[in-house]
């Protein structure tokens, strides 16, 4: 199995250092290691020109490396999200990833892939950049355990922060661990089917607008083929249809009016 351990910090300290730890965990368990550090590639700022919700990410103007990062995330088995914090959130550099493939949240080609976050922070604020990271989720990713950890920019952290950081990085390990192991594919809940078919009826609607959203769903029951709880597939259909009565019903009015 592979992780790609991804650092979102533009310097290979602190962040860097905690992500080399897991690797080093998890290379002794015989587990394909790879962290990446987004500073080293090209990632152009994104210019919300909304070519690639729309069009799909092929139309996307700008050229670099941002294709090829997202292939080692759909190439995982398991995912290590970090960051420090910059003034109350994630660095430039991974905030600008994520606008870049943020596309994701329209047809996600990932599902429920495990996934945990560390954050770094000599004060306060990896609760923000934790929650910024869990934007991932939308794209396919579950988010299984998430930890803040306290270093020091000068000195030493005292025996007890060290012991507790050490503890937490260790508990964060087994989770990841645990849920690559398990051979059992989990259903989507109720919540991911009910989005699924919201998702289906925008594009349906505005499919001459949506034109990639609409050629992604027209032809899908879910993300991917997989076996749905059928109580919860029937009642996100009847929402659906629900929906579409409404949306149709008011489309109706306005030509009346």
């Known amino acids: 199995m592979k992780i790609l351990l991804v650092n979102g910090s533009p310097r290979k300290k602190n962040t860097f250092n905690i992500l080399k ?11 394909e290691t790879e962290i990446i550090t987004l500073s080293d590639y090209v990632i152009k700022s994104c210019v919300g020109c909304y070519k690639c919700v729309l069009d799909g990410k092929e139309k996307c103007p ?18 290590v999200l970090s960051a420090p914090v910059y003034a109350l959130g994630v660095p430039g550099t991974f905030k600008n990833f994520i606008d870049r493939v943020a596309y994701n949240a329209h047809r996600p080609l990932m599902y429920n892939k495990p996934t945990i976050i560390v954050s770094t922070t000599a004060g306060m604020g990896t609760e923000k950049v934790i929650e910024q990271l869990k934007w991932f989720e939308i794209s396919g990713l ?23 950081n050490a503890k937490s990085l260790k508990m ?3 989770k990841l661990e645990h849920e690559m192991a ?26 001459d607008v949506y034109k990639a959203d609409y050629e992604y769903f027209q032809h899908k029951q879910y993300h991917k083929e997989i076996k749905i709880n059928p109580v919860k597939e029937l009642f996100g259909k009847i929402l659906y249809k629900i929906g579409t009565a409404a ?4 489309v109706n009015l306005e030509k009346r009016t």
Request: glycine share 8%; proline share 4%; with cysteine.
């Open 21 to 31: 730890t897991i690797q080093e965990d998890f290379n002794l368990k015989q587990y």
């Open 62 to 79: 700008l050229k670099d490396d941002v294709d090829n990062i997202w292939r080692k995330f759909l190439e995982a088995d398991g995912i």
């Open 142 to 164: 579950k988010i299984i355990g998430a930890k803040g950890f306290m270093i020091y920019p000068i000195g030493e952290a005292t025996p007890k922060i060290a012991d507790s």
């Open 172 to 174: 964060l390990i087994k």
């Open 182 to 207: 398990k051979e059992k594919e989990k259903k989507p809940t109720l919540l991911q089917i009910i989005q699924f078919y919201g998702l289906k009826l925008n594009c349906n609607f505005g499919k």
């Open 247 to 250: 949306l149709r019903s008011s």
